[in-house]
T-cell receptor, first 116, second 113 residues
């Protein structure tokens, strides 16, 4: 079945560091990729939607200068958390879907980000 | 607007008990419906889906039937196992909104031996 690879799975770094998370679709062309944030024991919070070759659409309350998203190809999207602070610590999950109607989202395994 | 309402948890069941997790939806178009499962520390995995009314999605003993008349997509399993302990998310997508997905809040299931 479809596979989405997310890397790294865990990051621990100092406050002020920028962190890049990659999301790759391994066996299908992902016309749309989504980035979510999940707090402990809570549901997914959609941060942004990115379509290949165009600017990401951010949800209300999500700082686009803080969370930079690039979707340069049909198989790769990146999320960069710039100048990360402890409050940015969270579980970040990407997902990807193709252009066919009714196609499900396929999720990466998530990235646990811990800012010290 | 489009949305999903999911039964709140947490749910605790004994092994081999019957499981139902309720999910209802609101959609302006003709949605596809999904159930995802999230095991601790992992991302979400697609469990099953249904793309039109009266379709039944099934996988790993779980079933859900797309009921247009009641706008529901309840998840059921006849006999749960300890390994089914996870968080379950109901979701819908509507094609004419660019395949945007809407997720429920998730229901945590714990199965005890």
């Amino acid at each position: 079945g479809a596979v989405v690879s997310q890397h790294p799975s865990r990051v621990i770094c100092k406050s002020g560091t920028s962190v890049k998370i990659e999301c790759r679709s391994l066996d299908f062309q992902a016309t749309t990729m989504f980035w979510y944030r999940q707090f402990p024991k809570q549901s997914l919070m959609l941060m942004a939607t990115s379509n290949e070759g165009s600017k990401a659409t951010y949800e209300q309350g999500v700082e686009k200068d803080k969370f930079l998203i690039n979707h340069a190809s049909l198989t790769l999207s990146t999320l960069t958390v710039t100048s990360a602070h402890p409050e940015d610590s969270s579980f970040y999950i990407c997902s990807a879907t193709g252009e066919r109607e009714s196609q499900p989202q396929h999720f990466g395994d998530g990235t646990r980000l811990s800012i010290l | 607007g489009d949305s999903v309402t999911q039964m709140e948890g947490p749910v605790t069941l004994s092994e081999e008990a019957f499981l139902t997790i309720n999910c209802t939806y609101t959609a302006t178009g003709y949605p596809s419906l999904f159930w995802y499962v999230q095991y601790p520390g992992e991302g979400l995995q697609l469990l099953l889906k249904a793309t039109k009314a009266d379709d039944k999605g099934s996988n790993k003993g779980f079933e859900a039937t797309y009921r247009k008349e009641t706008t529901s997509f309840h998840l059921e399993k006849g006999s749960v196992q300890v390994s089914d302990s996870a968080v379950y998310f109901c979701a819908l997508s509507v094609w004419n909104t660019g395949n945007q997905f809407y997720f429920g809040t998730g229901t945590s299931l714990t199965v005890i031996p």
